[in-house]
């Protein structure tokens, strides 16, 4: 059994999202996911309010903050907080089990960007790197992750990184089914991609969002 699984998505509990977990699941349904990871900016609150209402689809996940980049963790279990260093962040989202990969490493127009030789001292302890992100603005940021992948005998992740609904599921792998995540790692190296580049546009939604929550907070 194969199933499609989206690895990167925002919600409303992000601070650059107003997307409401029941929007996300029906539109991850209508285009026929079987798993989507959950993965708000140094949050898990949207990621089990959607899993409270589809279990079998979502998986609790987080996208980390770091003092040197962003983490991206499946099956997380207990919060992580922004501004740790990489490797203690690594290390708490390994005593809960979770599944651990990096976020758009090589993605030079974001803050969530890393320098190579930062990601090198955890290329030991991650589980895979994400090696397309649908929101990279230039695909060299794409490319040079891949290759670094195989350079280092790292399994990739995929991801639309959606902020919006009409992002969810542009980009995907296709794997073998899974449970938990270990059973995650047994079959991440044999999966397949399908990937899709968003427009620049999309970056509208998550500036929009993040301007309007701005404004309500001071309101």
């Known amino acids: 059994m194969t199933l499609i699984l989206e690895f990167h998505c ?19 349904r209508r285009r026929g996911l079987d798993r989507l990871v959950v993965t708000d900016h140094n949050s898990i609150r949207g990621a089990l309010e959607a899993q ?19 983490i991206l963790a499946a099956y ?19 005593a809960q089990g979770a599944f651990v990969s990096v976020s758009h490493p090589f993605d030079a127009l974001r803050s969530g ?19 397309f992100n649908s929101r990279c603005i ?18 990739g992740t995929v991801g639309s990184d959606a902020h919006g609904i009409v992002e969810v599921g542009r980009s995907v792998l296709l794997l073998d089914a899974f449970d938990g995540a ?20 999309v970056r509208l939604i998550s500036r ?12």
């Open 10 to 28: 925002h919600t409303y509990a992000s601070k650059d999202s107003l997307t409401r977990p029941a929007d996300l699941i029906r539109a991850a």
């Open 52 to 70: 409270a209402l589809d279990a079998e689809l979502i998986i609790v996940g987080e996208e980390i903050m770091t003092t040197k980049g962003e």
């Open 76 to 94: 997380v279990t207990e919060e992580i907080p922004a501004g740790l260093s990489p490797r203690e962040t690594i290390e708490r989202l390994r």
């Open 113 to 131: 960007g890393w320098k190579e030789a930062d990601l090198l001292e955890i290329v030991p302890f991650v589980d895979a790197i994400e090696v």
């Open 138 to 155: 230039d695909p060299r940021f794409n490319r040079q992750a891949q290759e670094f992948a195989e350079k280092y005998n790292l399994p």
């Open 182 to 201: 270990e059973g995650l790692r047994k079959v991440i190296r044999g999966a397949k991609f399908q990937t899709t580049l968003s427009p620049w546009t």
């Open 208 to 219: 929009y969002a993040s301007v309007r929550k701005r404004f309500m907070a001071k309101a």
